[in-house]
């Protein structure tokens, strides 16, 4: 591919990228601690469990759907993985099962929500409830520490780069290549963008969105076993309010709710801008409280400016034909 | 009653047979459930959450949805235990606790009917704005000095009725009369059942939505004042898990999401649904974990039965 054929503005993750590149600048001004290659790790271990499920959510947006469950699948990955390795000791058992889980999980939503014509929203919010509240009848609302030695998957390192990290970088090559070069990817794109006419060309609707909600489903296990290695063993407030980040992280990465388009890439780097925010506050020595009210603001005003470039767009569109119009008449 | 009427009965609230078999069962099960004690405790809790519910109703009636709602109570109520921990005066701090939820309120509104941004994302960004500010003000911790006043008015009755349920009674009355009577009410329910429509009738459609919004932020402020009154202080926390129990109300009572079905009364059936399955449960002694899959169910379950009886 050539570079000039290869329209960088034109990508739908390309503001995210410049954004986060301005962001990069700027913390490095402000300290020059920024830029050293153990702060980057750490920002992109750290990026890694949102980016990995963002990743699995912005195919259920591109689908049309919206997974608020997926921060409630993570809880109940840990802790169905915790248990499991407590009682049997092995690890691999452990790991299997627990992945597998996420995968009925996320099936379960996408059958309910394609199934039963029940907006998505309600019914991830549903299962949300349940699988939260499975997670704690599991563990009898107990803090399960986690040996650090089989935390492989949050603190290990293979040749010298964290596996975090590695395994963001797979799940961001499988996923771009998933829905940009295969069949199931071309008919997410067109069930998202039109249920009508992915009907009246009988695309397999239900095979299609469910399998998106199982990759949801997927990522978030990944990230759940992630996480706990990370923190050391399973807490009961893992996981809260973590749909609404990884959400934020997709929506700025240029994936739009309406679904029918989006972009892994840019969640992917949304998840890292938003890392960086942090980073960047922590530099500043921020009050921890405020980083919502920042995340907050940071995500309204994406939406906004994205808006107003979308509104400038249409009107020159409508200038131009009136001006070809004219010039046909006269 | 005829055949016709029961049929429009369950038209107009779809969720009276899940209230019915609820009522049933827990009175069946446990002797202490039809007490006067018992009743008073359910409305004393649930108050915050109908008030709440009352603002997400109108949002749902337009098609959109507020997610901030939860939180933004919490930042009412840590601004109006703030004030009223400098001033001690009740009337300050509701006012700087309505003002804030006004604000709030706006700016969903002109996010979402002025620029139209998509009212699930912005809200979104409201909601993390606004916990944000409700932690860094009371710096984490709940925020004391409550007048003396308002923690009498949060316990005392009037005919057997807390003071707060007659807040959120007041608030359905009003509201649902609104929603009825008033031209601004028919131009919700028309412009949430069809957009296009609305705007060739000549309706300020962009006021229209921002109107809701508004609503909601300031239900929302009224709420966070209760809240402080019902548990004596102002938590920064304290709507973090209300946002379920809030949309599950709404839903399960039979407001449809896409706009233009539902009512005010429906949403109090529904509230009344999860505040009768809490208090059913916590009676029998079902710890709150199993208590959560049980909602979830019934908030599947309802929602769906209630999309079905409401359009039959």
Known sequence: MKLNNYKFFEQNWSAIAVATLVLCVFLTIASPAFMSFANMQSVLVQASVTAIMAVGMTYIIIGGGIDISIGAILFFISSVFAELFVATGSYPLALGVSLITGVLLGAVNGFLAIKFKVTPLITTLATYTIYRGMAIHLTGAQNIPVPREIGYLGNGSFLGIPVPILLMVLVTILGVYLIQKTRFGLYLRAVGSSEESAHESSLPIMRVTVLAYLIGGLTAALAGLILIARVGGLQSDIGIGLEFTVIAAVILGGTKLSGGSGSILGSVIGAIFLVLIDNGLNMLNASPYVYDTVRGIVLLVAVIVDRLSEVRKSRELIKNSAMKMRGTTS | ?312
């Open chain 2, 1 to 312: 009653m005829g055949m016709s009427s029961i049929v429009k009965l369950l038209k107009s609230y779809p969720s009276l047979p899940i209230i019915a078999a609820l009522l049933v069962l827990f009175s069946s099960l446990s002797p202490y459930f039809f007490t006067a004690g018992n009743a008073e405790s359910i409305l004393l809790a649930n108050s915050v959450v109908l008030i709440a519910a009352v603002g997400m109703t109108l949002v749902f009636l337009t098609g959109g949805i507020d997610l901030s709602i939860a939180t933004v109570i919490s930042a009412t109520a840590v601004v109006g235990g703030v004030v009223m921990a400098q001033t001690d005066s009740v009337f300050w701090g509701t006012s700087a606790a309505l003002l804030a939820g006004l604000l709030f309120g706006l700016l969903n509104g002109i996010c979402v009917g002025f620029f139209g941004l998509n009212p699930f994302i912005t809200t979104m960004g409201t909601a993390l704005v606004a916990r944000g500010i409700a932690f860094t003000l009371s710096e984490g911790i709940a925020v004391k000095g409550t007048p003396e006043v308002l923690l009498d008015f949060g316990f005392e009755l009037l005919w057997g009725i807390p003071y707060i349920m007659i807040v959120g009674i007041f608030i359905v009355v009003i509201c649902s009369l609104a929603m009825s009577k008033t031209t601004w009410g028919r131009q919700v329910m028309l412009f949430g059942s069809n957009r296009e429509a609305a705007r060739y009738c000549g309706i300020n459609t962009r006021l229209i939505e921002t109107s809701v919004y508004v609503l909601s932020g300031l239900l929302a402020g009224i709420a966070g004042m209760v809240s402080i009154a019902n548990l004596g202080n102002a938590l920064p926390g304290v709507g973090d898990t209300l946002l379920l129990l809030i949309i599950g109300g709404v839903v399960l009572g039979g407001t449809h999401m896409n706009g233009g079905e539902g009512s005010i009364m429906r949403t109090v059936l529904g509230v009344t649904i999860l505040a009768t399955l809490t208090s059913g449960l916590n009676l029998l002694g079902i710890p709150f974990y199993d208590q959560l899959i049980v909602q979830g169910v019934l908030i599947f379950v309802g929602y769906t039965l209630a999309m079905k009886l409401s359009r039959t």
